[in-house]
């Protein structure tokens, strides 16, 4: 019972987690939208990880956070593979995203980074 509870609690918060990058995402920016829909319920709706989906996932916080240095040095390349074929528990997008939407995804990253 408190196992099935948890879980109800956990998607529950991705639930609102993902509704609330929704809203946030620019609709004039396609890469900002499918980013709130498909990376921000464990990356955070400002890229620096959503605490709740680390301790799921019994990582460090840090592991989902995609505006560190270490993700931001990596190549445009690099990051678009690491979104098809996924990464530890990162599940691949290759067959839900096409090229342009995980390029759009690359570059609104990068934008999380950048000083507002």
Request: proline share 3%; charged share 30%.
């Amino acid at each position: 019972m408190k196992k099935s509870l948890r879980w109800i609690g956990m998607i529950q918060v991705l639930m609102l987690s993902a509704a609330g990058a929704s809203r946030a995402a620019d609709a004039a920016d396609p890469g900002a939208k499918t980013y709130a829909v498909k990376c921000a319920s464990c990356h955070g709706k400002d890229g620096a990880g959503n605490p709740a989906m680390a301790k799921a996932f019994k990582v460090d916080a840090s592991a989902l956070d995609v505006t560190k240095k270490a993700t931001l040095d990596k190549s445009d390349a690099d990051l678009a593979k690491a979104v098809k074929e996924g990464v530890n528990k990162m599940p691949a997008y290759k067959d839900k995203l096409t090229d342009a939407d995980i390029a759009g995804v690359v570059a609104y990253i990068r934008s999380l980074a950048k000083p507002k």
